[in-house]
């Protein structure tokens, strides 16, 4: 029992134990991800029209006398926003350093 939660510690601890002390912080990181992030992937959409929206819904006219409309999700001719520059820089979500202000 008490074995799982040493394996669990020391996959936490095992960034921080590097006996390197070089100043370069690539070697602590393991992925060949960059540490400073200027851009992300844009979570919005083009329509036809060039307006940019996360979701498009067309209204649906009711098919009878005294129902509603309904409105029905765009899922067609949507263009992927692509590349969205930080308005400043970031850190990689991977990197295994805790900063602090001081």
Known sequence: MGNNGSKFVKKIVSPFSNTNSSDDTRSIVKSNSPIIVISRKGSMFFDEDGDLAHEFYIEVPPTRKGC???????????????????????????????????
């Open 68 to 102: 509603k409309a309904t409105m029905k999700k765009v899922l067609h001719n949507l263009i992927p926003q692509g590349e969205v520059a930080h308005q400043y820089p970031r850190l990689h979500v991977d990197f295994p350093i805790i900063l602090h202000h001081v």
